[in-house]
Nanobody
Framework: QVQLVEAGGGLVQPGVSLTLSCAAT???????LGWFRQAPGKDREFVSA????????YPADSVKGRFIVSRDKGKNTMYLQMSSLQPDDTAVYYC??????????????????WGQGTQVTVSS
């Protein structure tokens, strides 16, 4: 059983950076973790994913170069470093975990474990 808790959201101005964290309880060995976001009135969207064992990352094209996902094994925590934030990045950000194959990383229905979400609002 894995439990996930996101933190780090908030209200920020356009252009700034923000880092979200996803702290896990339980072993993540063999897991892949993902970040998703859901803007008001829109479907949940894949942002990026990470293989826990080797740290390899799989960002969505829409955030490549702006958002970086990483992990700290000692803290059992995954991070999402977001830079050059824009109003379109406003959303609730969720982390998720599961034993997924690579072709399933972008699809939320394949993740059995989810955090509660953290709100990120980008506005001047």
């Amino acid at each position: 059983q894995v439990q996930l808790v996101e933190a780090g959201g908030g209200l920020v101005q356009p252009g700034v950076s923000l880092t979200l964290s996803c702290a896990a309880t339980g072993s993540l060995s063999g897991y892949r973790l993902g970040w998703f976001r859901q803007a008001p009135g829109k479907d949940r969207e894949f942002v990026s994913a990470l293989s826990w064992n080797d740290g390899r990352t799989y960002p969505a094209d829409s955030v490549k170069g702006r958002f970086i996902v990483s992990r700290d094994k000692g803290k059992n925590t995954m991070y999402l470093q977001m830079s050059s934030l824009q109003p379109d990045d406003t959303a609730v950000y969720y982390c998720a975990a599961g034993r997924l194959i690579l072709s399933s990383l972008r699809y939320e229905q394949h993740y059995p474990y989810w955090g509660q979400g953290t709100q990120v609002t980008v506005s001047s």
